[in-house]
């Protein structure tokens, strides 16, 4: 696991801009803290920062050539199967690394080797012979990559912070400014500067390195593509049950200490029970508990109870948030785009407290969207009796229950499925106005409708199947890659610490996406098939409990422990986007009266720290 970034100067480009390139590549070094090495191709300059997983030896450092010296590659992640792959490859290995089986492969088969690889992966491949550079992403977005293009230069990043600090000035993006403002991320490939994007998950991009054009974009896999089927019961529960553990087992390879993320829930004990059996000593894992929930519902009896049914060497952290104040900056700025998901920050700390003797860490991402394991996928299950029920907050005293049922209510009564899953999976009601915080002369920048267009685009997509698969798609599309494994992957690598999610495993995700509704959701039960499928491996008392969300306490937060600091980033904010006297009117009005605005005081908060990181560049 790693950090790769690239600079293809498509006219000729000052020395010295090559060398502040490798400069700012030095911000992310906590992808790979064991070896940085740098090449230069002609224009194309390539770096590679090493976190040594499998085949720790220096024979495998990157960038590395393939043994005919065709093709050379900077590569971040882990390809699982490369063994099997490496069965069918005529060339003679020399490491033990999937490095050079990833490399060895595309040199082999081309473009088509990518849909081979079950992994998860940013790389970047050049083509001696052909003058091509290759780009490519893993199929679910799991590791993330950058690319920003201008007349003069196409630049590529692990973390974007590397090309937002190389450049001398950049301007937002109105759109994406939009989106951030209804969910707290962007939503698709466009980010928050104007020529900067993500490479899509499932594609490959190939660019003529002698003009620098992209001339080919191609998704070599897509969820359209996915096949529907009706198994039987039993043969949906085998067949889970046998990818799952096949999957857990494929990813337990590595030769540095590897340790899993137990929270007491069903995604992560089911790993940990497949991992006990199939990784060959003691498992250590790990379980939580945060200051902000001490006296509330723990977890953690549930986590020991599995992790003594499975003998595993159990460690019991307890984490400090109370002075969040001083990683807050730190967390923005490794963002690279304002992000405002605040689990991020427990997150960190558990993965800062794992990275003391763990380099690898296996976690339950993808579980949730693969089985249907949130309420909301019982709520469109359900869909006409919560369009009816919900309306009866008309009668309800003014409480928490009642603007529940309110904003549940607009949303299950907009004119398209598109818009309810858009306004569904957005943190502000239909009937707020987020904009109202962003001053008069740059709201006039933005559109209205801009925010939703990924939403309602990618949801259309799947209009054919039933409004539990249309969700279930729409969020492994957008919310899975933009939120959740945006905020796994910068997280845990800021502390040089490589999370795998077995349940994105490309066998086991493809059948889970392939199996029909009433097999994930069933009579009000979340994630049935998977549950049945774990009947009798792990505790009843597990698959029985009710989920249990994590709720940071960004609303206490706000009132006390950063209210002080909220207000001084507001009063600061003088760049004309942000309208300061309107958040501060909040902000009070929050803390005194407890309004229902904490969200929206967030990502503002959030948005105010990333233009103070980068005041001086930021040109509109």
Not at 102 to 120: C, H, P, T, Y
Not at 216 to 240: G, M
Not at 411 to 439: G, H, K
Request: net charge negative; glycine share 6%; hydrophobic share 40%.
């Amino acid at each position: 696991m790693c950090g790769i970034a690239g600079l293809l100067a498509k006219r000729p480009l000052p020395e010295e801009r090559f060398e502040e390139f490798v400069r700012s590549s030095g911000l992310m070094r906590h992808r790979g803290p064991d070896n940085q090495s740098v090449i230069r191709l002609d224009n194309l300059l390539l770096i590679h920062q090493r976190l040594s997983i499998i085949d720790l030896d220096a024979r495998s450092n990157q960038p590395f050539s393939s043994a005919s010296g065709r093709h050379v590659t900077v590569y971040n992640g882990e390809i699982y199967n490369y063994r099997e792959i490496a069965e069918h490859l005529s060339a003679e290995l020399v490491t033990s690394s999937d490095t050079e089986v990833m490399l060895e492969s595309f040199e082999q088969d081309g473009v088509s080797a990518i849909k081979r690889w079950n992994g998860i992966f940013a790389a970047a491949i050049y083509d001696k012979a052909s003058k091509r550079l290759h780009l490519c992403r893993d199929r679910f977005g799991v590791k993330p990559l950058y690319v920003y293009e201008s007349d003069e230069v196409l630049a590529f990043a692990s973390e974007a912070k590397v090309i937002l600090d190389w450049l001398p000035h950049f301007s937002i993006d109105p759109k994406v400014l939009s989106q951030f403002l209804w969910f707290g991320n962007a939503t698709g490939r466009d980010c928050f500067v104007k020529g900067l994007r993500k490479v899509p998950p499932a594609t490959h991009l190939s660019i003529d390195a002698r003009s620098g054009s992209t001339t080919e974009e191609l998704a070599y896999w897509s969820l359209k593509n996915v096949a529907q089927i009706r198994p039987s019961q039993s043969e949906a529960v085998d067949e889970t049950r046998r990818l799952l553990e096949s999957a857990v087992k494929r990813q337990l390879v590595a030769d540095v200490p590897l340790g899993v993320l137990l929270s007491g829930g069903i995604d992560s004990s089911s790993i940990v029970a497949f991992a006990a059996r199939h990784y060959g000593k003691t498992l250590d894992t790990y379980a939580v508990e945060y200051d902000f929930n001490a006296g509330g519902v723990s977890e953690l009896a549930r986590a020991a109870e599995v992790a003594a049914r499975f003998g595993t060497n159990h460690t019991e952290l307890r984490i400090n948030t109370e002075h969040v104040e001083d990683i807050f900056a730190d967390l923005v700025f490794q963002y690279d785009e304002p992000f405002a998901d605040s689990a991020g920050i427990p997150l960190y700390l558990l993965a800062r407290e794992c990275g003391k003797d763990k380099r690898v860490i296996l976690q339950g991402d993808g579980g949730d969207e693969l089985f249907a394991g949130y309420r909301r996928y019982n709520v469109m299950s359900s869909y006409w009796f919560w369009r009816t029920a919900s309306s009866v907050f008309r009668a309800l005293p003014r409480n928490r229950w009642r603007e529940r049922l309110k904003r549940v209510n607009a949303i299950l009564n907009q004119p398209t499925r598109a818009r309810t899953i858009a306004f569904y999976l957005s943190e502000e009601a239909p009937y707020c106005q987020p904009f109202d915080v962003i001053s008069d002369n740059f709201r006039n920048d933005m559109s209205k409708d801009d925010w939703i267009e990924d939403y309602t685009e990618t949801a259309n997509e799947f209009e054919h199947l039933d409004r539990v698969q249309q969700l279930l798609y729409t969020d492994m599309a957008i919310l899975l890659p933009c939120r959740y494994l945006e905020k796994v992957d910068k997280a845990t690598m800021r502390c040089s610490v490589e999370a795998r999610v077995p349940f994105l495993d490309n066998d086991l995700a493809e059948f889970a996406l392939s199996l029909p509704a009433d097999l994930k959701v069933r009579r009000g039960k979340k994630k049935f098939i998977l549950k049945k499928a774990l009947d009798g491996l792990v505790p009843a008392s597990v698959l029985n409990a009710p989920k249990r969300g994590f709720d940071v306490p960004v609303r206490q937060w706000l009132t006390d422990g950063l209210y002080d600091f909220a207000r001084q980033q507001f009063v600061a904010h003088d760049m004309g986007i942000l309208d300061s006297d309107r958040l501060l009117s909040l902000l009070d009005s929050h803390r005194d009266e407890g309004s229902g605005s904490t969200a929206l005081l967030w990502k503002c908060l959030v948005l105010a720290q990333w233009f103070e990181t980068y005041r001086g560049k930021i040109t509109r």
